[in-house]
């Protein structure tokens, strides 16, 4: 999604940004409420250490897919 929102120039990527602050400079586009949706579903997967089920995988992947959509 990071590189998605470079090539779109819509972001300048920094090691030390912190996703609220993508989501910052996101504002007035049609991305920020996308991304902060991303971001939710990735914290609460990769921190929380939650098992996806086939099923679960494919309803939390259509966030992503439509981000990748977006022009």
């Not at 995988?57 to 992503?64: H, N, R, S, V, W």
């Amino acid at each position: 999604v990071l590189q998605h929102l470079i090539q779109q120039k819509l972001i300048v990527w920094k090691s030390s940004k912190t996703n609220y602050e993508y989501q910052r400079e996101l504002q007035g586009t049609g991305f920020q409420a996308p991304f902060s949706e991303v971001t939710r579903i990735y914290n609460f997967v990769w921190y929380g250490h939650f098992d996806l089920d086939e099923k679960t995988y494919g309803e939390l992947e259509k966030a992503f897919t439509q981000i990748d959509q977006l022009r």
